[in-house]
């Protein structure tokens, strides 16, 4: 008997019916670090490192030409913001931010990769392997990125 491949979209009668829109619209849980008008950020499921966070568009863009210079714009402020968010809160020495571009998309969504990384942790290349959070981590690291989100915005608006 064949194996189902595991993918994160599906193809309905109306289109792809995508992961991360349901995420966005609460139809899946997720443990959700930020949340604004335009953008999303949740934790990946599957992480390279404890951390590894998410950020997508609210509005479904397939890939990054389709979104315009308003949106992209506002994308790098959050993209900066919840990268310093989950260094602080992983004590992480930086983080590997990437957006794949219609290869290697999982999700056929934008979204941005925060990956927490330290110095010597062993990545290299693009083959890394996966990690699992144990139960109650995966609120334990939402609650701690969540936290220094919110140190970060309120430091900018004194």
Known sequence: MPVKQLTLFEEESGGIKCKFCDIISGKIASEIVYSDDNFVAFLDYKPLFKGHTLVVPRKHFNDIYAMDDSVLSKMMKVITLISKAVERATESDGTFIAINNKVSQSVPHVHIHIVPRKHKDGLKGFFWPRQSYSEG???????????EIELLVNSKNR
């Open 137 to 147: 981590e995966e609120r334990e690291y939402a609650e701690r990125i969540r936290h």
